[in-house]
């Protein structure tokens, strides 16, 4: 029989794993959330495996508090945007409706988005979200087959000392 002692040391360990404490090499840490932009394109598909590859996912932004830290990242690193860049949310499994990838944010972009006007295209051909540089960082769909860059992200756990 398995003791519990073992069983909460292994919730502790997974919980912490899915949340590290401090960025992976490469990424720069924005409050509790660290980002890197890949400067090489690919499609969607690929953009995803590469993330995973650099520990992250494809950045996902539910609320205007996101939408603002990922501008402000972005805005540093403006000069290496060359393309519209990729965010993690499709509506491959449902023509518009679109969900992120990551299952912990599956519907929020129903409570909360910011297309381009005249966004996001309701049509079989536009299936994945991406920011847009000449649309103030606004979002588009576009063809997942396009090649644009990668913004990964990952979310940091920051214990708070109380004291």
């Not at 919730?11 to 409050?31: F, N, W």
């Not at 805005?75 to 945007?81: A, E, F, G, L, M």
């Not at 299936?127 to 103030?136: E, F």
């Amino acid at each position: 029989m398995i003791s519990w002692s073992i069983i909460i040391v292994s919730v502790l360990v997974l919980v912490a794993s899915e949340h590290p404490t401090t960025c992976p090499p490469g990424y720069r840490q924005l409050d509790d959330h660290c980002f890197l932009l890949m400067t090489e394109t690919m499609t969607f598909f690929d953009a995803t495996v590469a993330c995973d590859v650099v520990d992250g996912k494809l950045v996902e932004i539910v609320s205007p508090e996101d939408q603002s830290r990922v501008e402000n990242y972005l805005n540093t690193v403006k000069s290496s945007v060359s393309t519209n860049i990729w965010l993690g949310a499709t509506d491959l499994q449902q023509e518009g409706t679109w969900r992120y990838l990551s299952h912990d944010n599956e519907d929020a972009i129903s409570t909360w988005s910011h297309w381009a006007p005249s966004y996001p295209r309701v049509d079989r051909s536009s299936n994945c979200a991406a920011i847009s540089l000449p649309n103030g960082w606004r979002w588009q769909s576009s063809s997942c087959s396009y090649h644009q860059q990668v913004l990964c992200e990952v979310t940091l756990r920051l214990d708070k000392v109380v004291g």
